[in-house]
């Protein structure tokens, strides 16, 4: 009893500062408009408002509204959740309730708040709460986690998403509290007094209600009880006095408190398996006998309702129920449980387990049947009316039939014949199976009171067990129940309960540890069960305050501490019984005495606020709540600050039993956090004086641990008197810094001999090493009833095993040798030499101070526990990587899972990557590691293996890339591995360097990061140039010329990336000049010379009618425009779409006079603008990227309400179909914009959402299309007065949908279309071209490339029929509906008979050549040869001539070949000749038109042939006719009456669209020039239709901006067909024969395929040159080119692979056979191509001949490279930042370094070679190298460390490049640099045993080490040529007389044969005495 009071007076802790509290949403809710500030706005004018009474008023209102809000306010803090796992934030969160308002703040005390959400409900807020709902998603297991807050209201719940999504979910009964649980919300009842007046038998409805997600309806939850009577029962939860106290996430649990038993229980929450479903539903329908199916109906549903709310009558009698006495206690019944048909729960696949505890034995959970989620009041799904549904289900049918006579219902009449349909019963989703209860007797002496638990959580000690805690306020206890996981994970285990007396608690995750209010207001800290200590609040004491226990002491400053007089007083030996000991030792006359000793200062108290209660944790923080009502905020220390004590903590814990591991920690804990100040600087010396006080050491007599510098107290008796340390100083301190060891040294030697930063490792006394060895006499000796005294060898084994962890981190170089002072004292005293000599090795200058030891007898040694693991060779890690080096057999390395994690990474990384192990990491792990683990049994190991390694196998590529994927999948980064000793990374860094060159496609992000390939791993991250304009840069050598913000917008052209187009046209400004000839919003120049004799009217005339001339070409350019701009644009959601001016009017000079056609001087045609008008919308719209976010909202929000605006709009509805966002357009919008009635608008509509669904036949569409178009009618339908303009719309819509279905039904109507006769009577007589043409077109694409393929269609003779309509003849008998319909003939033209072949030739003709398209059919391509007889030739119209010779050539289109002599084959052989040898009847206009529109037509051909190929033979061809024809048009001259001009256009025209197909996307500059020529000619035949082809040619040649081309796919052919059909309009409103409407369906056939490298370091476009492989094809082999990207790649399908070549970038393949659809995607994000700079490279565009590279120096050797190498210009040839700071640095002499010069140029030697070998990460090996080397040569190394790294470097140099063909390459390793370095290592060590032998013969021989100034070079010596510890090893040297000799005992020693004979002469003199042989030393190299 005693000692547990000592333990509570004697130790306490110190907590941190204290801070007032105020919850953040209070602030904010003074400032936030509630209800009442609203309606006082709503009824006074805002002038009013802020008068001075009304302003009085409304603060006086408020501050009544805060004082009432006070009283309901409430909050809850959490630790704040980042998303990004990089980032370790510790932050809090707060969600604040105040009424109706809910505030959720991010931030904390110490940094800044802000809100992150605030919300604002209709009624006071019951509750609001976190949630996380799990989603699930496509695939089977895939679950999304949705972060939510719900407010919870009376009679729903608001759930908002982080997302931005709002739900409201009605409930259907009264919540008395909603739980949040892992898979949504947990939702109680609240019990009514009505409940019981509805069961009288004990029958009660379920309490406990779950949802899913806020979408889904609330279902009952399921339990089963673990009773001893109903173990097996699967019931409802519907015990009335069961309440929740609980939940937790994890794991998934719920605590239930039974009012009736007063027992708390554990449940497990989990998903319904699919046979507890089956059984709960099985119970309700299960015959019973007694006429009870009523029960499960939906009438017990609006009980539930009605006795829920209080509002609502009762409208239920008792005596309606008559419960059955069925044995299963279950009521008969078929009634309904399901979900209604929105929701698809019941597909869930669920999972559980059972149990639960019902006391009250229902019979008939079947009540709950009708809780369909069709009663929820506001549900948008389809249900029955509340009365009508409880009805219906009153009367469901149960199998065995229903006893409707004990129905009484009020609402209906019962009659047996009545048939209704079956309800669904609700499906429960969650399971609660109790896992533990209290036992109710050990609380019968309380039962009096509540002892409902006020606050459940769960804690953890400090040895990981877990307790659930549930404070007990009534008894003032808090209960802590042990449980754990079982072996599976699958169960809790819950085990035994230990009670505390509290009166508050917290739990304080981060510490594991939980913070405890006693009875008498003191704050205790426990881990788990046990007691740690007293928390010493600053400035507060607790209510029980007693001054005996705590003197003045406390408050007073003794003495101001410095360093000088800081305590010297040690930790003494711990007793038992000052240990912690566990709660289960307190009774209550513990709190007894506290009560009697606090009455003393009663006065005192009472003027004192003490803690009152404790609230809301946060890691390690907590608020106390005072009685004053005030609130602090605490934190609580952690364990430790150190990351060494932490590490060596974890150690501890690690191999300990747990209570004993428990009694250090807790101890440590409480001496570490003494009240008076710590400091990281003294925390790792306190540490060792605790350890090895605790282990029976007395520091005070150990000289290294009397010196060591404390600034916190040590003893926890003193503790508590101590004050906090001054900041100020004293001459102290300077006397103190003199008598430093490090002052000492830094005094004696000249340089750091320690960079350890230990304190006084060596005594003053200690200079002279004889002098620190005590005599034997005096030797301190352990005392063995220390608690830690028996675990010394374990606990030296893990810190040892802890000590190789640490040295392969260069950052934890320190900590280790900090550590190593610790280890040698164990080591020493445990008389285990080997460690001894291995740290001694290691910090030869700090261990040679270190020599004393404490005396342990035998007696001594045996009491302590001796692991067998502990073996007297230490294990090192250093050690085993060179033996694994050498190929020499390795044993198992024993590591510390969770620990050691660096030592287990690289001990496999060698075993797979230098030894070959393919399995080393996966099935061989046991043969290279083995475990440690407390008490374990080791045999001797099993680790003979084989000796011989096959070097060329462990260097293979699969190797190196195993390794990299294995060590990413470890979690290991490139910045681990900076952090490996630069030996040990080298076979890492080697692996690495392998999978740099040629990475796999399919690696991780994680695995490029670490092989330095960024390009690979930016590569996928969804990222597009038009989204990064910002981070892509926009410094080109080709600046845009400058223009004003409104020129950009006004244009509609100003989104093209300009850093692409600079690059790819970098040499001129052709884009600037294509915007200036394609900009239509600025008034265009009329220039017009006033003759003298011409009058100003006339010349005003002149002008007017130039102006209209010019307006011709205006109104044409938004055709181009939109192709030119098309998907550069990603659309602000919140603004309009700018729609440029189409700009009519001029400027005149020389005075800039407007020019207007509105004037009234001359006549302009009707509706002339309505037409160019929906294409400039058409332009706009086509400029929205596909993968912009364009929803439907977005759409009608651009409408304009202005008339004059409606025809663009209809045109930018088309442009969003033809980029697929019209499928977004919802169909009421739809139905409102054809509602309408305006032409084009339907028009642009229909043709955009057909385009928007090609070819999906999608039933809807097919629906819209078919109302406008009679044909597809049914023949008795309402005849609708459909425009002729709409129908040709719908008509290609209805191809575009059904495009290559090959549909037999649309497919009949269209042919029938194509010769649809005029009439009835005056309809369908205009324009009968155009449809005629649709028709064709539209069945040309149902039926798209089947050809003879045409499945079920034989009957229909489609090619016949077709071939009809070409030639004419007569007209076949109409039948189906369409005889009905043209039974009437047409009263305007008179037909006759026969087909009108000047109607119905173009269409047929284009249909068959589409049906045919690419078939190579030469029996229909004869059909389409021109006649070859001058009589038949002059019975076709020379433009049927073009179609015929174009549909024939695309039908053969293996025969297209690009040369002229293929089109002049094409002419008819009685026209090849000149005309003069024609016949003389012969009219040579005629033979003019056959030659020019069949070449036109074999040139269009070839463009479509070869559309976007650029390919260079069939440039030249279409050039040279284009040429030809120039020169022709040149001779008319301005004769424009001419009339062979129009053809000649027309067939100009033709072959410049081709001409553009083949350029597609090029900018060609030949083709732009004569774009260009052609858009200045005006007058004459220059008509609208001919400027519009021009302009489109102009579109497609720098189709995107340049990002696009042309696809040859038939569906593109198709398209462009279509847009490009060579008959064009001669006026604006002209659609006679071709519905303008569709030039723009060029978009279809437009393809991304530009390839763009961006920079992956500086993120801007670049050069790079790429490798494109195209497969073999019957016209060519497989063929290699080069090409300079960016640049247009050729069709995917023709390309075998695409590659980045070197040398300026690292090398990237794309295989098109495995990753076509990689490649896809990458042009799909605007071809964005990540490529990375080499090393020593600069830039294309830095560098365009590769003349500045350093790889081009022109050197033959490499010495001579180095010295033409100038630093100075190494910003020249590479751009590398880190690069250029090294020679900034480190490679330049300056005027005070004249005696560094030769480091400098050693620098500068290797920058070079790391560029030059393309390694510049090597840079830093390479430095350490030297410097390592040069410490050794100057005799200033104080550790050995860059020693073994060096020998680790030598051994794998040894190994790969020595043994490997003299022509293999090794990057890494073949420079001439380690060679120099390794023969200074030999210099100087051989030297040095030249001087030094009786040295090394004295260690040798197992004498003392020698004295500090030699001991570092032998320790060097000794790593570096790998001699043993051979004191153990003298026996073997004994009979060694020769060398013969030395060399046959070489294996047993250990020692490479190399460094043996070095070592020869020393170790012969030591086996037989002094051998003189001189030079020995030098025989080896």
């Known amino acids: 009893m005693s000692d547990v009071v000592y333990e509570e007076t004697a130790t306490m802790i110190a907590a941190g500062e204290l801070q007032s509290f105020v919850p953040f949403g209070r602030d904010h809710c003074r400032n936030h408009p509630n209800a009442f500030n609203l309606q006082l706005r709503e009824l006074q004018p805002a002038s009013e408002l802020w008068s001075s009474d009304c302003a009085a008023g409304l603060a006086g209102s408020l501050q009544e509204v805060s004082l009432q809000e006070r009283e309901k306010e409430s909050w809850q803090l959490r630790k704040g959740c980042v998303e990004a796992q990089e980032q370790d934030v510790d932050f809090e969160e707060e969600l604040y309730t105040a009424r109706n308002v809910v505030v959720w703040t991010q931030g904390s005390r110490a940094q800044s708040c802000n809100v992150y959400k605030a919300f604002t409900v209709d009624s006071p807020v019951e509750q609001a709460l976190w949630c996380d709902f799990a989603v699930p998603q496509g695939k089977k297991d895939d679950e999304k986690v949705e972060h939510t807050v719900c407010i919870v209201q009376n009679g729903c719940v608001n759930i908002h998403t982080v997302t931005g999504k709002d739900f409201l979910s009605p409930l259907p009964f009264q919540v008395s509290k909603v739980w949040p649980t892992k898979f949504g919300l947990l939702l109680e009842r609240k019990i009514t007094a009505a409940d019981g007046q509805l069961s009288p038998q004990g029958e009660s409805l379920p309490t406990v209600f779950s949802m899913l997600h806020p979408i889904d309806e609330v279902a009952p939850v399921v339990c089963k009880s673990s009773g001893p009577f109903d173990s097996s029962r699967v019931d409802y939860m519907s015990d009335s006095s069961t309440r929740i106290v609980f939940t937790c996430c994890r794991p998934s649990i719920v605590v239930s408190y039974d009012s009736v038993q007063g027992t708390h229980s554990v449940w497990s929450l989990r998903k319904v398996t699919h046979e507890e479903r089956s059984t709960v539903l099985s119970c309700l329908s299960k015959p019973f006998g007694e006429p009870l199916g009523f029960l499960a109906t939906g009438f017990l549903m609006s009980h539930l309702r009605s006795h829920s709310r209080p509002d609502s009558p009762c409208g239920s009698k008792a005596s309606r129920f008559n419960p059955g006495v069925g044995g299963s206690g279950a009521v008969a019944t078929n009634s309904p449980l399901h979900y209604s048909t929105l929701h698809s729960h019941q597909n869930r696949i669920l999972m559980s387990s059972p149990a639960i505890h019902s006391r009250v034995h229902s019979p008939g959970i079947s009540k709950m049947a009708a809780l369909s989620r069709d009663h929820s009041p506001g549900m948008a799904a389809p249900s029955l009316s509340g009365v009508a549904r409880f009805n219906t289900t009153l009367h469901a049918l149960s199998p065995m039939g229903l006893h409707h006579g004990a129905l009484h219902s009020p609402n209906s009449t019962v009659n047996e014949s009545v048939v209704v349909p079956e309800l669904e019963p609700i499906i429960p989703d969650l399971f609660m199976e109790q896992l533990w209860s209290e036992t109710a007797t050990c609380h019968s002496l309380g039962r009096e009171m509540s002892s409902q638990a006020s606050k459940v959580f769960l804690t953890s000690d400090l040895c990981e067990n877990r307790y659930l805690c549930f404070l007990v306020e009534s008894h003032q206890q808090l209960r802590c129940v042990k449980f754990m996981e079982s072996n599976d994970t699958s169960q809790l285990i819950f085990a035994s309960v230990t009670c505390i007396v509290a009166k508050d608690a917290e739990p304080l995750q981060n510490i594991n540890a939980m913070l405890v209010l006693e009875a008498c207001g003191s704050l205790v800290l426990y881990t788990g069960i046990t007691r740690v200590s007293k928390v010493f609040v600053p400035g507060l004491l607790p209510s029980a305050f007693s001054l005996n226990n705590h003197r003045v002491g406390l408050y007073s400053l003794e003495k101001v501490s410095t360093p000088a007089s800081a305590s010297s007083r040690h930790v003494q030996r711990l007793d038992e019984a000052a240990m912690p000991s566990p709660v289960s030792e307190l009774s209550s006359p513990n709190v007894k005495h506290h009560e009697g000793s606090f009455l003393e200062d009663y006065l005192f108290q009472q003027a004192m606020p003490y803690i009152h209660a404790l609230r809301d944790p946060v890691s390690n923080r907590v608020t106390l709540e005072l009685s004053n009502g005030t609130m602090l905020r605490l934190s609580i220390p952690d364990i430790a600050t150190s990351e060494l004590v932490r590490k060596c903590l974890q150690a501890i814990r690690f191999i300990l039993p747990k209570d004993a591991a428990m009694k250090v920690l807790v101890k440590w804990y409480t001496i570490y956090n003494a009240p008076g100040g710590t400091s990281a600087h003294g925390e790792w010396n306190l540490f060792v004086t605790c350890f090895l006080t605790l282990m029976g050491y007395n520091t005070e007599r150990l000289n290294w641990t009397q010196n060591l510098h404390f600034d916190v107290p040590l003893s926890p008796v003193i503790a508590a008197k101590k004050a906090r340390p001054c900041d100020g100083g004293s001459d102290e301190d300077w006397e103190y810094l003199l008598r430093c060891h490090y002052h000492r040294q830094m005094d004696c030697v000249g340089r750091p001999a320690d960079p350890s930063g230990f304190g006084a490792s060596v005594a003053p006394e200690a200079e002279d090493p004889s002098s620190s060895l005590l005599p034997s006499g005096s030797s301190p000796t352990l005392d063995n009833t220390a608690p830690l005294f028996a675990y010394i060898p374990p606990l030296f084994y893990v810190l040892h095993l802890l000590y190789q962890e640490l040295l392969l981190n260069e950052l934890h170089r320190e900590r280790a040798s900090s550590l190593v002072c610790l280890l040698q004292q164990l080591a020493r005293d445990l008389q285990l030499d080997d460690y001894v000599d291995l740290y001694w090795r290691d910090y030869p200058s700090l261990m040679s101070g270190l020599t004393e030891s404490c005396l342990m007898d035998q007696s001594l040694i045996d009491q302590m526990q001796h692991p067998s693991f502990l073996r007297a060779e230490p294990p090192c890690i250093f050690s085993w990587l060179s033996c694994c080096l050498r190929g020499e057999e390795v044993p198992p390395f024993p590591y510390l899972p969770g620990i050691c994690h660096r030592v287990r990474l690289l001990v496999l990384s060698y075993a797979l990557y230098i030894r070959g192990d393919d399995n080393a990491t996966t099935s061989n792990v046991s043969k290279y590691l083995v475990k440690l683990s407390a008490g374990q049994k080791i045999t001797e190991p099993q680790y003979r293996r084989q000796t011989s390694v096959n070097p060329v196998k462990s260097c293979s590529e699969t190797l190196a890339e195993q390794l990299v994927v294995w060590l990413t999948s470890q979690g290991f980064t490139l910045k681990d591995l900076e952090s490996v000793p630069f030996g040990a990374a080298l076979p890492i860094r080697d692996a690495v360097y392998h999978c740099r060159e040629q990475p796999c496609a399919d690696w991780s992000e994680e695995v490029c990061l670490l092989i330095g390939r960024q390009d690979r791993t930016r590569q996928a991250h969804k990222m597009t140039l038009a989204k990064s304009k910002a981070s892509v840069g926009s410094s080109l050598s080709l600046d845009p010329p400058a223009t004003t913000e409104a020129d950009e917008e006004e244009d509609g052209m100003s989104d093209i990336i300009q850093e692409v187009t600079g690059l790819i046209w970098s040499q001129d400004l052709r884009i600037q000049e294509v915007r200036r000839l394609l900009q239509s919003s600025k008034p265009v120049r009329v220039s017009v010379v006033q003759l003298p004799e011409v009058s100003d009217h006339e010349y005003i005339e002149e002008k007017e009618n130039k102006l209209l001339q010019l307006c011709q070409r205006t109104m044409s350019l938004p055709v181009g425009r939109g192709l030119f701009t098309l998907f550069s644009y990603q659309p602000v959601p919140t603004e309009l779409l700018p729609i440029p001016k189409l700009n009519l009017t001029g400027r005149a000079p020389p005075r800039n006079t407007m020019v207007d056609l509105n004037s009234g001087n001359i006549d302009v045609p009707a509706n002339m603008t309505s037409w160019p008008s929906f294409h400039n919308g058409v332009a706009a719209g086509l400029k929205i990227a596909p993968a912009s976010q364009v929803d439907s909202a977005w759409i009608i929000y651009n409408k304009n309400k202005n008339q004059e605006m409606a025809n663009e709009h209809a045109g930018f509805l088309m442009a969003l179909g033809l980029n697929g966002h019209l499928t977004k357009l919802g169909t009421l919008n739809i139905h409102d914009y054809l509602n309408k009635g305006h032409e084009m608008t339907s028009i642009g509509l229909l043709l955009g959402v057909a385009a928007a669904r090609l070819g999906t036949m999608d039933v809807s569409t097919t629906r819209l299309l078919s109302i406008h178009i009679p044909a597809l009618l049914p023949p008795t339908s309402t005849e609708l007065d459909v425009p002729h303009n709409i129908q040709v719309a719908s008509v290609i819509g209805i191809g575009l949908v059904y495009q290559g279905t090959g549909h037999r039904h649309i497919a009949e109507v269209l042919q029938s279309e194509i010769g649809r006769p005029p009439g009835p009577e005056m309809e369908c007589c205009t324009d009968r071209e155009s449809y005629s043409l649709a028709a064709g077109l539209a069945l040309g694409m149902v039926c798209l490339g089947q050809g003879s393929n045409l499945i079920g269609m034989s009957d229909l003779n489609v090619p016949e029929q077709l071939y009809q309509y070409m030639v004419g003849g007569h007209r076949r008998a109409p039948v189906g509906a369409s005889r009905e319909r043209h039974k009437s003939p047409s009263y305007q033209i008179k037909e006759g008979d026969t087909i009108n072949v000047d109607v119905t030739f173009p269409g047929a003709t284009l249909a068959l050549a589409m049906i045919y398209l690419k078939t190579n059919n030469r029996s229909i391509a004869d059909w389409l040869k021109p006649p ?225 490298p961006v920079d992956v370091d500086s993120l801007k476009p670049c050069y790079a040159l790429l490798e494109v492989t195209y497969k073999k094809t019957e016209w060519y082999d497989e063929t290699t080119v080069e090409l300079m990207a960016p640049t247009m790649l050729p069709e995917l399908h023709l390309l075998k692979r695409v590659r980045v070549k070197g040398p300026r970038y690292w090398e990237l393949s794309i295989d098109l056979i495995k990753e076509g659809q990689h490649l896809k995607s990458i042009l799909s994000r605007d071809g964005v191509l990540y490529v990375k700079l080499r090393a020593g490279q600069l830039p294309y565009k830095d560098d365009p001949q590769g003349w500045k590279s350093l790889l081009a120096s022109a050197v033959n050797q490499r010495n001579s490279g180095v010295r033409a190498f100038k630093l100075e210009a190494i910003s020249t040839f590479t751009s590398e930042p880190a690069l250029l700071s090294f020679a900034e640095f480190f490679c330049k002499t300056s005027d005070g370094m004249k005696h560094r010069e030769e480091t400098v140029a050693l620098f500068s030697a290797m920058l070079y070679e790391c560029v030059t070998r393309e390694c510049p990460e090597m840079l830093p090996t390479y430095v350490a190298i030297e410097q390592g080397v040069g410490a050794l040569c100057r005799g200033e190394l104080q550790h050995s460390f860059a020693l073994w790294q060096m020998r680790l470097v030598v051994e794998l140099w040894d190994s790969r490049v020595l043994r490997r063909p003299a022509n293999c390459r090794d990057a890494l390793l073949s420079s001439e640099f380690l060679p120099v370095m390794k023969n200074k290592v030999d210099v100087a060590l051989d030297q040095w045993l030249k001087d030094n032998s009786s040295a090394l013969r004295a260690y040798v021989r197992g004498e003392v080490p020698l004295d500090g100034a030699r001991s570092p070079m032998l320790a060097c010596f000794l790593v570096y040529r790998s001699v043993p510890c051979l004191r153990n090893k003298l026996a073997q040297l004994h009979g060694c007389t020769s060398l013969r000799d030395l060399l046959t005992s070489s294996g047993r020693l250990g020692i490479p044969l190399r460094d043996l004979l070095r070592l020869a002469p020393v170790l012969l003199e030591a086996a037989t005495g002094p051998l003189t042989l001189p030079g020995f030393p030098m025989l080896a190299r």
């Open 1428 to 1652: 070859d007889t001058w009589f038949l030739l002059d019975f076709i119209k020379p433009e049927f001539l073009l179609l015929r010779t174009l549909a024939r050539c695309i039908i053969m289109w293996d025969e297209i070949l690009p040369n002229k002599e293929w089109v002049k084959s094409n002419v008819p052989q009685i026209m090849r000749g000149t005309h003069l040898d024609s016949p003389e009847n012969i009219n040579m206009e005629t033979w003019i038109q056959v030659q020019d529109y069949i070449t036109a037509g074999a040139c269009m051909a070839l463009g479509l042939r070869f559309a976007g190929s650029a390919n260079s033979d069939a440039f030249d061809c279409l050039y040279d006719f284009a040429k030809s024809f120039m020169k022709v048009m040149s001779f008319y001259g301005t004769a424009a009456v001419e009339p062979g001009c129009y053809n000649m256009q027309t067939a100009l025209s033709m072959i410049l669209l081709s001409m553009s197909m083949v350029m597609s996307g090029t900018g060609n500059l030949k083709v732009l020039q004569l774009c260009r020529f052609l858009h200045y000619r005006t007058g004459g035949e220059m008509n609208y239709g001919f400027h519009m082809a021009h302009h489109m040619a102009l579109g497609m040649l720098f189709l995107g901006g340049g990002r696009f081309s042309l696809s040859t796919s038939n569906s593109a052919i198709a398209a462009l067909l279509c847009a490009l059909y060579p008959h064009f309009p001669s006026h604006s409103t002209d659609n006679r024969y071709h519905l303008q409407a569709l030039r723009h369906l060029t978009v279809l056939a437009a393809e991304t395929r530009l390839l763009v």
